[in-house]
């Protein structure tokens, strides 16, 4: 079936960094577009960053550009976001989601991950 | 950017009523608005694409409309598991892709 799994999160101090990964099966990884998306604790949902469905388009919310970065593997069929100069608000459940279409950057999001949490404190 | 809003941001409504929540785009966004549903302590589940094509295997007690800025989710009769914070998010072709801010929803 299809589902995605991440990884990686933790207890990080301010300044620090932090990868998450995002494992996909029962789909062809290679010609979806996938999101990053966070929640933090009791708030809502909120957009983090996207990567197209070949690696050539990123994009991502003005809260976190410079700072993460998303990426992905498509021959290990894995997502990243590498987080960087970590700060108290970020912490946050973080999910990976699937677009809903093949090979196209703007669609809903169909599949999402159970999430992973991080957590900024010193 | 375009900011998405959403009213109520919470209602209590008995099982079997009619239940509306309303989503508003700053700017017109053709019809490229999901609703997603979030019950407590569980993952983001896709309800409603192209603001009104239901998502495969959801109930069709959920129905949505508009386009534009302004966009409607309906239960037509609220049953006890539709308990649950529902987004609305845009997902046109100029990110962010936002969500608002959620409505809660629960059982009276």
């Known amino acids: 079936q299809v589902q995605l799994v991440e990884s990686g999160g933790g207890v990080v101090q301010p300044g620090g960094s932090l990868r998450l990964s995002c494992a996909a099966s029962?789909?062809?990884?290679?010609?979806?577009?996938m999101h990053w998306v966070r929640q933090a604790p009791g708030k809502g949902l909120e957009w983090v960053a996207f990567?197209?469905?070949?690696?050539?388009?990123?994009y991502y919310a003005d809260s976190v550009k410079g700072r993460f970065t998303i990426s992905r593997d498509n021959s290990k069929n894995t997502l990243y976001l590498q987080m960087n100069s970590l700060r108290a608000e970020d912490t946050a459940v973080y999910y990976c989601?699937?677009?809903?279409?093949?090979?196209?950057?703007?669609?809903?999001?169909?599949?999402w991950g159970q999430g992973t949490m991080v957590t900024v404190s010193s | 950017d375009i900011q998405m809003t959403q009213s109520p941001s919470s209602l209590s409504a008995s099982v079997g009523d009619r239940v509306t929540i309303t989503c508003r785009a700053s700017q017109g966004i053709s019809n490229y608005l999901a609703w997603y549903q979030q019950k407590p302590g569980k993952v983001p589940k896709l309800l409603i694409y192209?603001?009104?094509t239901l998502q495969s295997g959801v109930p069709s007690r959920f129905s949505g409309s508009g386009s534009g800025t302004d966009f409607t989710l309906t239960i037509s009769s609220l049953q006890p598991e539709d308990v649950a914070t529902y987004y609305c998010?845009?997902?046109?072709?100029?990110?962010?892709?936002?969500f608002g801010p959620g409505t809660k929803v629960d059982i009276k």
């Open positions: 192209a603001a009104s």
């Open positions: 998010q845009k997902y046109n072709s100029a990110p962010p892709f936002t």
């Open positions: 990567i197209r469905y070949d690696g050539s388009n990123k």
């Open positions: 029962g789909f062809t990884f290679s010609s979806y577009g």
């Open positions: 989601a699937k677009t809903a279409a093949a090979g196209t950057s703007y669609d809903a999001f169909d599949i």
